[in-house]
Antibody, heavy 117, light 107 residues
Framework: QVQLQESGPGLVKPSETLSLTCSVSGGSIDNYYWIWIRQPPGKGLEWVGHYYNGGTTSYKPSLKSRVSISVDTSKNQISLRLTSVSAADTAMYYC???????????WGRGIFVTVSS | DIQMTQSPTTLSASVGDRVTITCRASQSVNTWLAWYQQKPGKAPKLLIFKASSLESGVPSRFSGSGFGTEFTLNIASLQPDDFATYYCQQYNSYSWTFGQGTKVEVK
């Protein structure tokens, strides 16, 4: 059974870079969409972006200049990098995976990141 | 960006009620529309994909319909476990987007 686990610092200072990792167990990284979604406290879900097999990426337009998603197949990990963070980037960050026309069918538990000095 | 608008924002209902949530897209997304259920402190759970396909393990009281820009999620007979927040999501375009959510609360 495929499981996803997000990890990274829970606190990031303003203007610095947020770096998160999604570790995949029980399955391959190949041939799937790997999706990052975030949720600010008390608010709705926000699609951040995704990575697809072979290096195709897509990002939320308002984040495009600051965000990147990459994959390390040797480690079975997906990474999210968000630069120049502000308090508005404080959120629960989820990693998810698609399967056969299902956009996010498997989810990690999420990791809460606070942006504060 | 394709904008997704859900209505209502909050819905008060009782166990046994039939519940309908609507999701409207700012432009056609064909049938590339999913519905999720989220409970407090938990990751969302996929209920419906491709507008009307039921995810494995999801009770049959949940159903989805629609095409293009208008979609609905129906819960045939609301159960205690169904009080939660529901989100639609389009995954047709280069950039995916969620609706703002509909909270189903106890009447």
């Amino acid at each position: 059974q495929v499981q996803l686990q997000e990890s990274g610092p829970g606190l990031v200072k303003p203007s610095e870079t947020l770096s998160l990792t999604c570790s995949v167990s029980g399955g391959s990284i190949d041939n799937y969409y790997w999706i990052w979604i975030r949720q600010p406290p008390g608010k709705g879900l926000e699609w951040v972006g995704h990575y697809y097999n072979g290096g195709t990426t897509s990002y939320k337009p308002s984040l495009k200049s600051r965000v990147s998603i990459s994959v390390d197949t040797s480690k079975n990990q997906i990474s999210l990098r968000l630069t120049s963070v502000s308090a508005a980037d404080t959120a629960m960050y989820y990693c998810s995976r698609d399967a056969s026309s299902r956009p996010s069918t498997i989810w990690g538990r999420g990791i809460f990141v606070t942006v504060s000095s | 960006d394709i904008q997704m608008t859900q209505s209502p924002t909050t819905l008060s209902a009782s166990v046994g009620d039939r519940v309908t949530i609507t999701c409207r897209a700012s432009q056609s997304v064909n049938t590339w529309l999913a519905w999720y259920q989220q409970k407090p402190g938990k990751a969302p759970k996929l209920l419906i994909f491709k507008a009307s396909s039921l995810e494995s393990g999801v009770p049959s009281r949940f159903s989805g319909s629609g095409f293009g820009t208008e979609f609905t999620l129906n819960i045939a007979s609301l159960q205690p476990d169904d009080f939660a927040t529901y989100y639609c999501q389009q995954y047709n375009s280069y950039s995916w987007t969620f609706g703002q959510g509909t909270k189903v609360e106890v009447k």
